[in-house]
């Protein structure tokens, strides 16, 4: 499970850890007349990358705020519209570091990963760059040192070390498989605060916190673009399916446009939020939707599809395979929609041909 930024960050003031003051989460209603200025203003949706795409904006006046605010709500980051914002005191930044602990799958420990150079260009370190530990239950206080030679910041080795201790209590006490602090900021003021903060929490864990209430991702959240001047959108249930899928559409000779698995609980808000993601790619002419119904009932899917087109009147073709549970029941549901239901995928896609 991904937490968005601001339930990460309520993690880290649980375990201690400085975020930005004046933290606000905004809604649509919320009334923002009292945020105080200047403010960082971030969309909070399951995607890094914000800062490139638009997602993060410094507000310093009072009157740009209603209109920004309003920009970012109905900004689509990687097919995502945020629910929330988050309002955030501007930080007076000196030097951006990163930070990562993970599982260390090989030897089942935490592990420390760290750059000097955090912020939005992370990915362009090689890996064989990155500072990386195995971290303990003891020996912060060193490790702290070695962190405060690797960033240059000497006089900072307590706090590091004292950070690295948080961070890992805050990894075991969650169930965290990864938690990523980028940009860890030092101020000009020589403060060190989580600028961002990316956690995923571990599913299996569940059991274990009940407390556990996070935002539901939405079922395109598996949802990955292949060719964004792809002709041909796909919609399948499982990971081995959608490809499968994409591979078929790709094999007959049509540019694929996305691979997406909307699991197997797909409800008719995912299946809507599906079509919302691929509407947004305009060179598809043909959506090919291809589910196994197992848990999931072929006649909840047929509603769903029925429903999102009338929401999304100018949808293209739709080459529909549905198989398994209450199938004919489907059938019914769509014929009367004029919607043609295919026996397998080579039907479909010989149909799409002509
Ligand atoms: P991401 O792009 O989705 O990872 O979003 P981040 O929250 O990491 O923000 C991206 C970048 O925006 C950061 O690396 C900073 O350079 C900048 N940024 C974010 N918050 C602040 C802030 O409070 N003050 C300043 N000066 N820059 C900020
Ligand atoms: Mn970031």
Known sequence: ????????????????????????????ATDTTTISLPTVIKSQVPVGGRGKSGGIKIIQK??????????????????????????????????????LLTINRSDESIELIAHPQGGIEIESHSSEEFFKRDLSPVGFDALGDELADYYSLPDRAFLLGELVEKLYHCVIKNDATLL?????????????????????????????????????????????????HGTVATIANGAGLAMATVDAVAKAGHIPANFLDIGGGATTATIIDSFTRISEFTQVTAIVINIFGGIVQCDTVAQAIIEARKKFPQLPRLYIRLSGNRKDEAATLLAIENLPLYDNLEACLKELAT
Not at 74 to 99: H, N
């Open 62 to 99: 009072r009157e740009e705020l209603s209109d920004k605010i309003q920009e970012l709500f109905t900004l689509a980051i990687q097919g995502f519209i945020p629910r929330y914002l988050l309002s955030e005191a501007v930080l007076d930044i000196d030097r951006e570091l990163y930070i």
């Open 180 to 228: 990523e602090i980028n940009p860890l900021v030092l101020t000009k003021q020589g403060e060190l605060i989580a600028g961002d903060c990316k956690m995923i929490l571990d599913d299996a864990a569940h059991f274990r916190h009940p407390d556990w209430q996070f935002e539901e991702m939405p079922a395109s959240a598996n949802f990955v673009t292949l060719d964004s």
């Open 1 to 28: 499970m991904k937490l968005l930024e601001y339930e990460a960050k309520q993690l880290l003031v649980a375990s201690d850890i400085t975020i930005p003051s004046n933290s606000l989460v905004i809604d649509t």
